[in-house]
């Protein structure tokens, strides 16, 4: 259940003398399919009229100067200010959809619609005005390719956001990887460490350019790579460090960059979920050497497909530049001292990303408030762990991600199949890559071994209504419970 907001009930009500014609351009102008009919002097509630209920008027002979109080229409349901919310959800059913809530003397001051949708899914993009404005900017002035004022704009804004002096823009997120591994000189025969729980995008950077992915556990606190087994991954092959900020959760930087400085290796955060994310109140990404992002169109903030490269070093920038546009020198065209790719961002995807970081904070607060809800209902649901928050965290929760105890109640793979049928889509949580078939290492990484097989994400986008968590907390709560109460 969703409810309207109180200043635009008014553009909603008509009076009982009002004609077919003016219901139907006020229906037009509204967002919820409907009018509500009030005395012209008290403004007392008296009825409702659809847009289905003006259809069968007009089949039954009526006309667009017909009055709205000669409309036949069923008898609409109410509710009372001070009734719960839980109390008039109970009222829709297969036809109420909508229920005016009435104070003592019969005014309405609120509405309540029914808005559920049938399948929830993982993610969607948080997509608005700015981002079509930006976009017919682009198509309007001609300037859809690599070239325009938004990707420049685009680098900027993100530079400043994550606290870097440079950014430079990618085609996506594993093309930034790549980049960031070739600015730093990483070739064959090298060795680059990695967590082995997260999306293999992040080892098969590494396999571009000829190195090995070397990897590593998880700690279970995080589900990040553990800090205290790097050490003992490093060989004199070793030439960087890829901790990944899994879900949207940071990894614990301190011992990772002193571990990198004790050795001289560089440090390359692979920020592609955690746009955002915090640590010990640094901003990921401008923590390391470099930081890469993805704008995939489920990530926090999206351009479709495209990705960031953020970092202090002005040297690396530029080099990230050169390798990005084919290798040519910009101040000499089509002349190419080095091997280079096409990994350049679109200037309309540009703009997209310039009204995503214009509102990141808020689609972030969404994503947090979501999490909020998620965790009071689930937190004390047994058999079920919630996301990890170290103390100095901010976790921006990507996804909604969560561990499944099958000893408690019902599998993870169980769980999933269940939700799916009552219209939830889940994910399960990335299989380690020391275990896909083309990396296949034979390593016992006990915890990320772990946390894969009991982890999945939950419907998480900023845009989620509060009552589809609660529908999603419900399913689950009602699916452990019966699998408890029938052991």
């Not at 079509?132 to 685009?154: A, E, H, M, P, R």
């Not at 990484?445 to 946390?451: H, K, R, S």
Request: charged share 25%; aromatic share 8%; net charge negative.
């Amino acid at each position: 259940m969703r409810k309207i907001d109180r200043k635009k009930i008014d553009e909603i009500c008509i009076s009982p003398a009002s004609t077919i014609r003016q219901a139907m351009e006020v229906v037009d102008r509204g967002e919820i399919g409907a009018v509500f009919i009030v005395d012209d002097q008290t403004r007392s509630f008296l009825g409702l009229i659809t847009d289905g209920d003006i259809r069968r008027a007009i089949l039954k002979g009526g006309n667009l100067d017909t009055e709205i109080e000669l409309v036949e229409r069923p008898r609409t349901k109410t509710a009372t200010e001070v009734m719960k919310t839980e109390e008039i959800s109970e009222m829709f059913d297969g036809k109420v959809r909508i229920i005016p809530v009435l104070d003592l003397e019969n005014k309405i001051v609120d509405i309540a619609l029914y808005d559920q949708r049938i399948h929830l899914p993982v993610a969607e993009p948080s997509l608005g005005e700015k981002e079509l404005s930006y976009v017919s900017d682009c198509i309007i002035s001609n300037w859809i390719s690599s070239t325009g004022k938004y990707v420049n704009k685009f680098e900027s804004l993100f530079a400043d956001y994550c606290g870097s002096r440079y950014a430079v823009a990618t085609s996506n997120g594993t093309s930034a990887l790549h980049l960031a591994l070739l600015a730093l000189g990483i070739h064959q025969g090298d060795e680059v460490i990695v967590p082995s729980l997260t999306f293999i995008a992040t080892a098969n950077a590494v396999t571009y350019t000829g190195a090995k992915p070397v990897f590593v556990d998880s700690e279970p606190e995080t589900w990040n790579i553990d800090p205290n087994l790097i050490e003992e991954a490093i060989s004199p092959k070793t030439k960087a460090i890829i901790p990944v900020h899994l879900y949207g959760h940071p990894a614990d930087m301190d011992p990772i960059l002193e571990i990198a400085r004790s050795h001289n290796l560089a440090v390359i955060e692979d920020a592609a979920e955690a746009h955002g994310a915090e640590y010990k109140g640094k901003k990921v990404g401008g923590i390391g050497d470099i930081g890469i992002f993805s704008f995939y169109g489920n990530k926090i903030i999206t351009t479709g497909e495209g990705g960031m490269i953020v970092t202090n070093n002005s040297d690396f920038a530029e080099r990230i530049k050169l390798f990005r546009n084919h290798g040519m020198l910009p101040s000499k065209r089509y002349w190419h001292p080095v091997l280079g790719y096409n990994y350049r961002l679109t200037n309309i995807q540009a703009a997209i990303g310039v009204a995503q970081v214009e509102r990141v904070e808020s689609i972030i607060k969404a994503k947090l408030d979501i999490a909020d809800r998620y965790e009071k209902q689930l937190g004390c649901v047994k058999g079920i762990i919630c996301p990890p928050k170290a103390k100095w965290a901010k976790n921006v929760y990507w996804l909604y991600s969560i561990l499944v105890e099958e000893e408690y109640g019902i599998s993870r793979d169980e769980l999933i199949k269940e939700l799916s049928s009552m219209g939830i889509d889940t994910r399960p949580l990335f299989p380690p890559i020391h275990m896909q078939p083309i990396y296949n290492t034979g390593q016992n990484l006990e915890v990320a071994g772990g946390l894969a097989s009991r982890g999945l994400s939950l419907p998480g986008s900023s845009g989620l209504q509060y009552h589809e968590v609660d529908r999603v907390c419900r399913a689950i709560s009602t699916i452990q419970n019966r699998v408890i109460n029938t052991r």
